[in-house]
């Protein structure tokens, strides 16, 4: 079964991607992880995407697309795909589908985390993450054991850099404009379940096994 998650920024997609893969056997391919491990090892890749994912602004398609055939082509078949942050326009959406296809592969389920934006601000500026995993943690509402300390690796925890109340606004503007249409794209091709985000993460979890089995 290939997955899409999809939602405005902060609405739990990676928090709930972490318990799908497992319950799901699935590999996680996040365009936003992809894009901040290429920015920790300073490669061109994060060069390039860094200048426009601190602005809060969408990485250019062309830089985005074929990272996302990279991943995909490692998948063993057996597994499934679980896409987190891709795609986020109409332009990704039809290059997934055009290429799906010519993997004889298909999405079969895509879900829409709905999450207020008052709440979306409250996640964001609480959230910490570990760069090297990918882990996300909130100081409210899943804090670390120790302070700034992640619980698995011991490594120090950061806040993002596109975190900040300005890149925060456009990447919500982002999502306005370009992404929220993909709730429409998916829904007329009967594929898209829309999930109440705004409820706790095991709470979240429940309704997407739940659509899942469906
Ligand atoms: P990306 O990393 O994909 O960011 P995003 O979509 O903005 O989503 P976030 O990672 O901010 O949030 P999330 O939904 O995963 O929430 P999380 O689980 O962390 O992309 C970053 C940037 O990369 C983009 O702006 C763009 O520039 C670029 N990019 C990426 N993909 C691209 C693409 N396809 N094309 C072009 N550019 C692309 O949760 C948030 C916080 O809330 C955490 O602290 C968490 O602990 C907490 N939390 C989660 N769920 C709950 C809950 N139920 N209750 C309470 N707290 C919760």
Redesign the pocket.
């Known amino acids: 079964m290939n997955i899409i998650l999809l ?11 972490e318990r799908l893969i497992k319950q799901l056997n699935a590999v996680q391919i ?4 992809i ?2 491990t290429n920015i920790k090892n300073n490669t061109p890749l994060g060069a390039k ?1 860094k200048e ?2 601190n602005k ?6 062309e830089l ?1 697309i074929d990272l996302v055939w990279d991943a995909l082509d490692k998948v063993e078949d057996e597994k499934s795909v679980l896409l ?6 109409i332009t ?1 959406a039809e290059a997934l589908d055009e290429g799906m296809q010519k993997r004889d592969k298909k999405i079969d389920k895509v879900i829409n ?1 709905n999450v207020p934006e008052d709440v979306i601000i409250e ?2 500026s ?4 570990n760069v090297s995993t990918g882990k ?3 100081i409210k ?2 804090p670390p054991k120790v302070e700034g300390i992640d619980d698995e690796t011991g490594e120090k925890l950061i806040q ?1 850099e ?2 900040t109340e300005k890149a925060v606004k456009q ?1 919500l503007d ?2 306005n404009k370009q992404t929220s249409v993909l709730i429409d794209y998916y829904d007329k091709k009967g594929i898209l379940v829309t999930i109440d ?5 095991d ?2 979890f429940d309704q997407i096994k739940k659509s899942l089995e469906k």
């Open positions: 939602g405005p920024p902060g609405a739990g997609k990676g928090t709930q991607a996040s365009t936003g992880d894009f901040r995407a426009y994912i809060g602004q969408l990485v250019p398609d985005t987190d942050g891709f795609p986020r326009n990704q985390i996640r964001i609480g959230r910490r993450v996300v943690y909130h509402f899943n993002r596109d975190d990447r982002v999502y985000g705004a409820k706790t993460p709470e979240v």
